[in-house]
Structure formats: structure tokens, C-alpha cells
């Protein structure tokens, strides 16, 4: 059987990325330049700055993937990039690189949705996913529920309306100056305290749709915080085990909502918030429940990599899917 | 020689072919379009225009700024991706002096302007009495009024009695700079007035000739200003 080598390059937030990706399943090399230090100092994703050092870095991250694989430009067929939803700015580093290095190369160039990206990481790691599924893409950038009937086809069924999950992971993290990146700052925290010894609201749980809002909650935690840390005594763990439980809450129930509805046999979670402790439990005991498959993939495809997008473009490729020379990179999803 | 270069630093996407100080093909864009999705298409047309390829040019070269700062990083982008590729080396020119270079044998003092929006332009200033601009002070970013000052502080140590303003940042400014500077100055004619790859081609040649190439791995835009969470931050560029 002919191997399918393709190159994957990953730029829609603050990661560069590259990565090798052998027939959609078989990752040769996984390159990740992270700028979590840098934007530490911020307290979040400043998108000037990550798309500086996209620019400064693309070049040594898609050698250092050549490198790690073993192989050189020849030995690959194709060409993929993220060109949504992101950064825009962020996202035109990449796909201007990609662009111009199919080019130069003569490989075709393929286009991914960051979001497809994300759930194809539970491909590179498991066989037999039965359809259809229901994906929770959630992270810094993204949160979004997603109908996939079959392999490859997919319709974004519910997505927030403000703040994604991880973005409010951050912004609560950096107000009860717990650390930086938010998400494990806060699920260190919230195993010290105790979930609904203050109250948080469960926001759009009463919705019969699959929408979030995160900044609401967001605010509420604030609000709250200020309110008791002036009466004293209060934990600020105990905060953090109830922000995450409130937010962990509404995406697990929304999850099996849309699982009922769409009668899937499986559930895909996918994004950094994916790495979440307290939302793989309970979506687990949740799934486990009512009787669906539960997939998630390891830590370090969770947040965001080029090895999904390498992988995910591997269909497009079987296809002739290419992308022209006049592609352009989009901030939203659009439709899959 | 083929030299293959590459302009998106402001509203005007270019690409030129020069081949061994003959200029064999350039295009030109101002239009309303966004670069991601004109510059690729233009590089291919005036490859396959001059029937050849990426591997039968010898050099590339880029504007690394002062600019837009998403323009800048398109540019830079495409060319890494580009010489990675292929292994041709990379040369990053001024876009100041790009633009400076649309001038020479003049007494004048060239000012090539750039419009950094907030009320500033991007600035430099260069003698231009030979065939290449030679720079007379440091490229900075500053209101137009301590442009205005400075340009005359330099036009008066250099004994030079007119100068030449040209670039984006002129228009948007146009009548302070002529009220401040009166008959002393002209502004270039529209065929001269913005950045030409066909400049930068030239520019980068001499660079090419004495092997001043650049490291494609950490070539980056010179952007002057940091972005505004950095200033915020009250610190140095990150
Ligand atoms: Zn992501």
C-alpha cells in the first residue's frame, strides 16, 4: 500500500505548530513551540504577540518536524494547514507559509477546520468510534457541540455565545490569581475545595438548546468572590470547585441533551478543556449512564497540535480536496 | 542571476523578477484586496509569465518593515515558506528604503513616509545625490510634526535646501506638510510614490552579490512599534 506522508501546520492561536502524519493514523513527528510562558505575563492570549512569534518560529518548528520524522520534503505528499476558525492574524502566518511552501514543493495543499482538527485527534488514537457521535470541541478559543453523522461529515449544532470554556478557565484563574494557563490552574485549586459551599449558577442549563455563555458565570464567580473575601473566611478553593463544577455541569448535561436528541452511540470530546479531570469524570459517569461510548484523546492532543490537522487532512487528500493558491484564513467556523 | 521579490509591507502587494539587473517582469497591486489571497497568485503569474520555476531563482528577497504588521508577516511568511522549501536564500530590505529608492541622483533630502495610523507615520530620511539611497538618520515612528522638525534639523547639517516626501504617510498629512514646509518641498508623482519590488529586487541585489544573506530561521519584521499589550505591560518587547 502507497504511504500517504502529509505535513501539517497548525498557527490559529497561540501554538505553532507542525507535524508528519503517516495515512491519517501514524504520527512520525508532533512539534508543538508553545507560548504559554510568554502570554503567562498577559494572563491570556494576546493575539499581536502570538502572531510575532508564529512568524519568528514557523520556519524552525516545520524543520524541526522534517527532523524528528526522518525525512525531507520530498518524502511527503501533501500539504495541510489550518484556515479556521482562529486568530486571524494568528492564522494568516500559517496559511501563508503552507501556501508558498506547496508551492515551492509542488504537493497539494489541503485546508482544515481547526474544530475537525480537534475531534480527528480521537482518530489517531481509536478504532471502531461508532457513529453517529456527538463532539464537545472545547479550549481557550472554542466551544462547540457538533452532530457527526458519519466519518468526515459534520454540523456545529450549539456553540457559546461570549467567552469559550477555557477562556473563562483564564480569566477566573488570573482574578483569584490562581496561575496561568487557567483551565489546570483552576482544576489544582478546585481538588482542594469543595464544589456548592458558595453557588454558581448552571447558565443556559434551563435552555432547551445546545447554546453556552461563559462570561455570565464568569462574572457571577467575580461578583461572588468579591462579595465574601470582604466578609472573610471564605476558600478560594471551595470558589474554584464550584466555578468548575458550574461550567463542567452544563457542558456534560448539554452533551447527553444533544446525545438523546441526535440518538448517537458515541461522544467525542476534544480541546485543551478536554484535558479537564473533573469533565472527564463526570462526562464518563454521565455517558457510562446512559449507555454511550465515551472518547477522548491523550493530554498532548487535547491542546491544540499539528498532528490532528496532518491526520484530518488525510480524507481530503483521498478525495482530491485541494485548496487554490488564493486561499484565505477565516476568525469563525462557518459551516463544516 | 535571478532575483525573486516579494512586497506586502502596506496596501501595495508587488512581486518582481530581475535577472541579472534586468528587470523581466513586475506586478503591482493597489487594489482592495487582501494580500493572503493576491500575493500567492501573483508570485505564480510572474514565475510562469518568465517561464521558469521557484528552483531556477537564486535569491529571494522580502520588505521586513516598518509596515502593517499583518502585510509584514504575510510577506515573511510566504518567502520562509518558499526558501525552506527550495533552500534559496533570503534577503529582508527596508521598506523604507524601498520606497527612498524610487529617487536618486537628487539634491534633495528623500523622506519616505508610511502611515502607522494613531496619528504617526513610520519615517526615514536619505541622501540620494548617487543611484542608491544612503540613510541620513534612524527610521522611527513619530507624529508628523516631529517628522516636520526633524527632517528640517537634518535638512540644515546636510546643506540641502529642498525635500522629497513620498510613501502612504504623505496623503493623510498633506496639507500640514505643506503648510509647515511650504515651497521646500515636493511630493513624488503617483508612479513614484509608493514601494516598487522592482526596488526592492535591485536593493537586495547588491546584498546577494556580497553574500549578505539572512537566517531564514529567525528573520523577523521590524515592526518599530511593540504591540499594544506590550505596552501596556510597561516593558521591553517580549
Ligand atoms: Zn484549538
Redesign the pocket.
Known sequence: MQETMILGIET??DETAAAIVCNGRRILSNVINSQIDIHRQFGGVVPEVASRKHVENIALVVEEAFSQAGLTQRDIQAVAVTNRPGLIGALLVGVSFAKSYAYASQKPLIAVN?LQG?IYANFLEHDNIAFPAICLVV?G??TSLLYMSEPGRMEIIGETRDDAAGEAFDKVARFLKLGYPGGPAVQKAAEQGEAGRMVLPRVFLDRNDYEFSFSGLKTAAMNEWKKIERRGGASVYDMAAEFQSALVEVLVEKTIRAAAHYHAKSILMA??VAANGALRTLMGQRSRDEGYEIYYPSLGLCT?NAAMIAGCAYNAYRLGQFAPLDLNAYPAARSL | MRILAIDSATPVAGVALLNDGILLKEEFSNYKKTHSETLMPMVDRVLRECECTVNDVDALAVTIGPGSFTGLRIGLALVKGLALATGIPVVGVSTLEVIAFNIYDSDALVCPLLNARKGEVYCAFYQAGGIKPVSLADMRACSPEEFVQQALTIMDANNKTSLILLGDGFSPYQEFFLERLGDKMVSAPPHLMLPRASALAQLAADRVNNGQFDNVFTLSPVYIRLSEAEYRLGRGAV
Open positions: 490559529s492561536c481547526h480537534h479550549s478559543g472554542h480541546g485543551g491544540d
